[in-house]
């Protein structure tokens, strides 16, 4: 199984600030067909289902603001928050879909400083 | 508009059965691989089981291989998840998700439900 490790399990920034969350995986999730990463980020708020924001691992899903970003390749990944709005409180998973059993990192509570 | 819509959830002593729904609408079901996925309230997340689009290719997490059954009608746009077996460790809220498909599927998930809650406990 892949394993997904994400750090730091919580962060708490500023508003307008930048947010920075990574995610590593224990084995490559690089597909090499199109030559990109099979890694996903989700954004999960209180009693909600997880919400699509990265796919291919820095391709931006419709209607997710461009202050979120993707990138990394092979096993390091990031996720950025360019300036942190209130909205964005939330825990957020990386998700390879690399291979089966797909797996999630453990999540990053995201919190205002 | 894409949704899903979990039910079948409930409280079940351990040993017990339960079958999930999710009725699907606002997308062509027939052409999307579909999975389920659960959560332990205040914890992480865990793909638990896909299924393609014909239901003929099925694939499950080891934890329930052998105990948890996907399956669907593609007449009445709904997916399944027959649980059998069930453990206090299965108690999650279940989720289900609708991935992409295009040329070719992906298995990252554009669409989920609500979640249905599973409660095993004597």
Known sequence: DIVMTQSPDSLAVSLGERATINCKSSQSVLYSSNNNNKLAWYQQKRGQPPRLLIYWASTRESGVPDRFSGSGSGTDFTLTISSLQAEDVAVYYCHQYYSTPFTFGQGTKLEIK | ?122
């Open chain 2, 1 to 122: 508009e894409v949704q899903l819509v979990e039910s079948g959830g409930g409280l079940v002593q351990p040993g017990g059965s339960l079958r999930l729904s999710c009725a699907a609408s606002g997308f062509t079901f027939t052409r999307f691989w579909m999975h389920w996925v659960r959560q332990v309230p205040g914890k992480g997340l865990m793909w638990v089981s896909r299924i393609n689009a014909d239901g003929s290719t099925t694939t499950y997490a080891d934890s329930v291989k052998g105990r948890f059954t996907i399956s669907r009608d593609n007449a009445n746009n709904t997916l399944y998840l027959q649980m059998n077996s069930l453990r206090a460790e299965d108690t999650a809220l279940y989720y289900c998700a609708r991935t992409y498909c295009g040329d070719n599927c992906f298995a990252y998930f554009q669409h989920w439900g609500q979640g249905t809650l599973v409660t095993v406990s004597s």
